[in-house]
């Protein structure tokens, strides 16, 4: 059995691609993958973006070693040193990310902003990670009686992201603290925002079903997508890793 990689990547209907992703796979047969998606609302965007995925992939077999604590925090702060450092990047800028390390049977992640990692398992979609936006902060308000839940959820602002990359301190970092195992069948889902809001999770997890392997499913998940036909369509992006029998 071999680790299998599916991966989707489309403008959309925006004038330029703020999304990155790639993939490696490394000298013992495991396989990371990096997903970031550039702030649309910031300048550079795509840049900061750029940077992080060229980051992690050049740096992971630095880090990505035998006994190094901590790996993939470690490397999120390597990329984040990187990007606040970097002149040619203006002020206002940054990325989420989204980084994944699968090693045959098991796992570890670890993100940042408001991209999800997801598992699929036995025709379900598990929500690994959590947005870093302000409505979680409202919502904390809302348990300790400080305002309405109605008010936390209808708030302006409740979607801002609280947390980036190229922020320069990350006020939130979220990831695993031990490897998750795998079951035959499963897959690892990265994607941008531009695929969960466009398509709905049963959609996603129905194009797993469909596709059987990882790749046949991307490309499915792609057609999906476009089938919407969304005037306002954002750039998306997914990377589905799988762990199967060789030659699927």
């Known amino acids: 059995m071999k680790i299998s990689v599916g991966k989707l990547h489309h403008i959309g209907s925006r004038k330029s691609q703020q999304d990155s992703f790639g993939t490696v796979t490394l000298e ?18 795509d840049k900061v973006s750029q940077i992080l995925v060229y980051t992690i992939l050049s740096q992971s077999k630095n880090v990505l070693k035998e006994g190094v604590i901590a790996p993939l925090y470690q490397l999120v702060g390597i990329a984040n040193d990187v990007v606040n450092a970097d002149s040619d990047i203006g002020q206002n800028s940054g990325s989420t990310l989204l980084v994944v ?22 025709g379900n979609l598990i929500q690994m990670n959590s947005e870093h936006v302000y409505k979680k902060e409202l919502l ?15 708030d302006e602002q409740s979607e801002c992201l609280t947390s980036y990359m190229g922020m320069g301190r990350l006020r939130h970092i979220e990831g695993s603290l031990r490897d998750v195992e795998l079951e035959p069948g499963d897959r690892i889902l990265l994607m941008s925002d531009g695929v969960f809001n466009t ?23 792609l057609e999906e997508i476009l ?15 799988g762990w199967d029998y060789e030659g699927m």
């Open 227 to 241: 089938k919407k036909n969304n005037p306002v369509q954002d750039n998306f992006t997914a990377v589905i890793l």
């Open 28 to 45: 013992d047969e495991t396989v990371l993958a990096v997903l970031a998606d550039g702030m649309g609302g910031l300048s550079d965007g």
């Open 140 to 154: 904390l308000s809302a348990v300790n009686g400080d305002m309405s839940y109605e008010n936390a959820y209808t």
């Open 101 to 122: 390390w699968q090693k045959q049977n098991h796992f570890q992640w670890i993100s940042v902003g408001d991209s999800r990692i997801y598992l699929y398992r036995a």
């Open 199 to 221: 398509i709905s999770e049963k959609e996603i997890a129905e194009s797993v079903i469909r596709g059987g392997d990882v790749k046949k499913a991307a490309e499915i998940m």
